[in-house]
């Protein structure tokens, strides 16, 4: 009886030990997430800490970005802390508060932000991935602006999700933004609603959607889509391809965003700014782009309109914007491109489809050639790029 008596009392002695030894370091958590919360100019402050357990709620956050007005968040909660190893911390959960805004008449409201899987490195160095704040995933609810009591603009959500690989070696990001409806009524300006009306379209509806991906060891960033589907409209998507962006780019880039932020006189900052960023665009190399419209009746749509506006049919205004492409496109000055574009507008005319506007040089371009010939001769671009212009691809 004694002995277990005394087991009792050991296991008891040992769990309160553990609980105090163990036990969350919130004043170091806080730190380390306003320090990292204070990045690229950007100042992150809270009024007090409240801890539960392993849960912490930083209150009355603020973010002050550099000359800018300070953005008030609100109580954030952190729930799910451990800390790791070596100082850094993990978050399985953190929560912000709603927004709920009014700026000039207009209204803005967003319910449920939360983040999931949150990284706190024990500070923030950019040379690897370890030190760089990381999430796994983010979300929000309903998004709303309203004017006056109208509905202007809603989704009904964003979920966004980051995949690192688990050797390091990419990391890949998707964004779904759902249920985007836009109320053609509240367009103040009456020539552009007026003219949607006459399409036939009182509401628009779709999705926003994103997929990117990133070497981490060469800094190649791959936008394969980021795609804009309007319901009885179309599709607009754009993909993208880089090189160079790597960790020392993105260390460089924080280290002049600091020093940009630090500097009080803001014309030697803003100047300063230009010259890093100058030198740091020396890295970047172009790979591909290209921009994709694949309609969904809304070409048919507006060639009625127009024809109706000069008094023909949608069949004759097709048949006159065909034969005055050639006239239109005179001015560019560049002959095998506009042939090009005269023959896939003349495809897409005849059967709206999709069209297509790409570059893909033979080999990578670097960034300031390409601005250099941008300011020397624009029309140069078509060669150096391999631009074309294509329909129903």
Known sequence: M??????????????????VAFALDTDDFATKVAAIGSQGGTKMTFGAIEADGDTVVLKSVRLTPGGEQPVELGDVSFEGIEEEDDGAYSVELVKFPDVDVTNEGGHLSIVDIEISG???????????????????????????????????????????????????????????????????????????????????????????????????????????????????????AVQLEISGYTMEFIQAMEQAQTAAAANPDAEAAQQAMGFAMLGMLQQLTFNSA???????????????????????????????VKGMMPLMLGHLGIPALQQQISAAANIYLDNPGNLTVSAKPASPVAVPVIMGAGMGDPRSLVDLLNVQVTAND
């Open 2 to 19: 004694a002995r277990a008596a005394a087991t009792s009392a050991m296991v008891v002695s040992l769990s309160a030990y553990s609980s």
């Open 118 to 236: 949150l990284f706190v490195p024990e500070t923030m160095t950019y040379d690897t991935l370890d030190n760089i704040l990381f999430y796994e995933s983010m979300s929000t609810g309903p998004l709303k602006v309203t004017r006056e009591g109208n509905e202007v603009f809603s989704m009904s959500g964003i979920e966004l999700e980051v995949n690192r690989a688990d050797d390091d070696s990419t990391v890949g990001v998707t964004l779904n933004g759902i249920g985007l409806r836009a109320d053609i009524k509240q367009i103040d300006d009456l020539k552009p609603r007026q003219m949607l009306n006459d399409l036939g379209y009182e509401t628009l509806t779709g999705d926003l959607v994103l997929d990117a991906n990133w070497d981490v060891e060469s800094g190649t960033v791959k936008l394969n889509e980021y795609g804009l589907t309007l319901n009885d409209v179309g599709k607009l």
């Open 290 to 320: 290209s921009i994709r419209f694949d309609d969904a009746s809304v070409t048919e749509k507006a060639l009625a309109y127009a024809g109706k506006q000069q008094g023909i049919s949608g069949e004759q205004m097709r048949q006159a």
